[in-house]
């Protein structure tokens, strides 16, 4: 990841040039983001035990890849316990 990133600067890899797009079309179409083709980076089914993310690199010749989904763990079970404590 970049040091330098501004704030959307991941919506020209999302929306231009296919990106996420193109994913969101495929699911749409055939509720598999992968398509029949399977064009793109390979988007692997949703796994709680080792969740994957798609990831937008800057300034790659691949700026799509998926990797482990686990930066944001201890926030997120955090925010469950506190939930879970103080129920709204």
Known sequence: MSSFQFHGSDLTN???GGGLRDYILRFADTLDPNGREGLGVFWPQWDPAKPKALIFKNGVL???VTGDDNYRSQPLDYVANMSL???I
């Open 14 to 16: 999302a929306f231009l």
């Open 85 to 87: 404590r103080y129920p």
């Open 62 to 64: 691949f700026p799509i």
